[in-house]
């Protein structure tokens, strides 16, 4: 690819060291970008939800203001700090060495950046966000282009279709991918909050806690060439993703999708979550004290335990944009799922 480096990094989204009673919680913003940090201190057990964290959307930094800039294109700086050590120094000099040396080898790499597809003669870009596109965009969809031969101009793509889908669809957004972030489950644990603990417990328990704590720097330029390309189809009878990374043809299977997210085998037979008709308002009751089951599907009002996750899952394996003050289409039955006596579902199917 053309010059330039891009790399992001996954931040954490750290719920912090409140102790919280499940008395309901109003409040409504989501969690900014930055990194979040616990607070050492207690506080009063009627504190709001906003005060488990340090920052929410009312304040702004210059980096946030950046960030919704069109395709920003980052230096990377090396790699965080390394931990302390208590070998000695020498030890400690050599392992510096090491740092530096690996910084430098990071700092020589070039990593993709957003550019619009390589055209040739007149024809132009059929506009797939135009109005009545949608069936035509799930028709092509629909269709596995691997096998025929390949017609795209630009070589990260196989089709004609990807290539526009990735001009006129995906370059239109600004941002390109939802920023998710990552759960600092060490120092969660490290409140020894009981409720947060409960919330541990719960993560474990749905085979999730792993995957919300993972932790990769990403590219959107590799975002959008992946769901550019990417075709959900089957392999010998079996499910399968197949797609495209800077030219390269790639595919894997759903148990081989089950096994790198770090799944049991047991994950695939598990209920699908997206199989399901979406949960109605009637049946959140349950995650609302009395006196606030007519907010059920929004955020306003749900106990503690429930508006916490609803904020992890959110900002995790369950990333959306849009309204953050509704819970919406089947993030209230991800959300279910953590009420007492729930059955297990399939984490990959769901993501």
Known sequence: MAGGRERRTKRRFDIGGANQDESGSSGTNVISGRELRPRERKRSATASIDDIVEESEHTSSDED???????????????APAEESSSEEEEETAGDDEV????????????????RPIRLGSRKCVDYYGKGMTR????????????????AVDPRFHTLFQQ??????????????IEVQCVDWRSVEKTNDPLFQRIIDA????????????????????IAQFYATVHFGHLKNERAIFWMTEGNYYRAT???????????????????????????NEDMKFMYP??????????????????????????????RGGNPSDISLHAKNLLACFGPNRDDFSVADYI
């Not at 203001?65 to 790699?79: A, C, H, I, L, M």
């Open 100 to 115: 530096e040396k690996e910084k430098d080898r990071e700092e020589s790499l070039i990593y993709p950046i957003i550019q």
């Open 203 to 222: 993560c474990e328990s749905k085979h999730v806690k792993d995957l919300m704590g993972f932790q990769k720097d990403w590219n959107k330029e590799l």
């Open 65 to 79: 203001n950046v960030e919704d800039s069109p395709y920003r294109v980052e230096q990377r700086t090396g790699k």
């Open 136 to 151: 035509e965009v799930k028709r092509w969809r629909s269709i596995d282009p691997y096998p025929e031969a390949k017609n």
């Open 290 to 319: 009395r006196s606030e089951t007519g907010n059920a599907g929004k955020v306003t009002g749900l106990y503690t335990f429930y508006s916490i996750l609803n904020r992890l899952l959110r900002n995790t394996i369950s990333q």
């Open 254 to 280: 759903f148990a081989q999708f089950i096994r790198v997210l770090g799944l049991d085998r047991h994950d695939a037979n598990r209920p699908k979550i997206h199989n399901q008709v979406v949960l109605p």
């Open 164 to 177: 526009d889908f990735y001009e006129s669809v995906i370059l239109r957004d600004r941002k390109i991918a």
